[in-house]
């Protein structure tokens, strides 16, 4: 009897065993069928639709960069010329040459020169300063050339003259450096005649009104006129003249340009 219901409950816990394993298998199997087919349809739509937007968004995230790039192009290097220009001495012969704090002449520039009362210049402007200067006599306001050609190694020491009495800056305004002084050309001359000699005050002295008149006549020009501190770099010099013959000279003067400004060729500040 013993034996009997220990077979009967082995056959009973077999049948259990059989049974749980049966229901496991349909569970197993029909999770895998089910289970997966519509999950999977939406599982592959999500990642096409994830790979779409990633598509989508990568154009619009590499576009504003694109975009960008053709707003702010690379900067391109203006050249700029490196100042002073120098001018060679074929150049520095023409009578209509324009030296100033930005062209500046060779330092071993001499031009053809000739005696002329006060000094030595070149042929074209003695002669045309003889002649002026006999027709100021004429006019009652007679005037003395105090400078005319300078070289360049003259000009060393009356700039460094200069800025030891008034300091580099102030020196600056109304006296050229080595090479930039258009005395080394021998077609500028400063003129006086005891009154406010160098000084701006010359300019409202009898003498000075006759000669800012008369000098285009003679091929002269006031090269540093009143107001044009700016444009030519040096302040009002009523007394420089500088030769550029005569139809240059009234051209210039009824421009109402300077000579720089005339020529369209840049001035001002040695820099
Ligand atoms: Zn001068």
Redesign the pocket.
């Given at each position: 009897m013993k034996k009997l219901f220990v077979g009967r409950k082995r056959m009973i816990v077999l049948a259990i065993a059989t049974l749980t394993v049966c229901v496991g298998i349909y569970w197993v199997t029909t999770n895998g069928k089910d289970m997966p087919e519509l999950p999977s349809e939406q599982e592959t739509t999500v990642e096409e639709q994830k790979t779409e937007e990633i598509i989508t968004i990568k154009p619009a995230e590499t576009t504003p960069a694109v975009v960008e790039k053709k707003i702010t192009p690379p900067p391109v290097a203006e050249p700029s010329p490196e100042w002073p220009v120098i001018l060679t001495n074929t150049e520095a012969t023409s009578l209509t040459v324009v030296i100033n704090k930005k062209h500046k002449l060779p330092s071993d520039y001499v031009p053809e020169l000739t005696d002329v009362t006060g000094g030595k210049m070149r042929p074209e402007a003695a002669q045309a300063l003889t002649s002026l200067l006999y027709k100021a006599d004429e006019a009652g306001v007679s005037m003395s050339v105090l400078?005319s050609y300078r070289s360049y190694s003259t000009q060393v020491s009356t700039y460094n003259k200069w800025v030891s009495q008034s300091g580099k800056a102030v020196a600056d305004t109304f006296s050229?450096r080595p090479g930039h002084?258009?005395?080394q050309l021998g077609l500028?001359?400063?003129l006086g005649n005891g009154t406010c000699n160098l000084e701006t005050c010359f300019g409202n002295t009898a003498a000075g009104k006759w000669l800012a008149n008369i000098a285009q006549d003679y091929g002269f020009i006031i090269?540093y006129p009143a107001g044009s501190d700016g444009a030519t770099g040096y302040q009002y010099?009523p007394?420089?003249?500088r030769y550029v013959g005569v139809e240059t000279a009234k051209a210039i003067v009824a421009s109402g340009q300077t000579m720089d400004q005339y020529y369209g060729i840049p001035a001002g500040d040695y820099q």
């Open positions: 400078s050229a002084s258009e005395h500028a001359a400063d090269r010099e007394w420089h003249l």
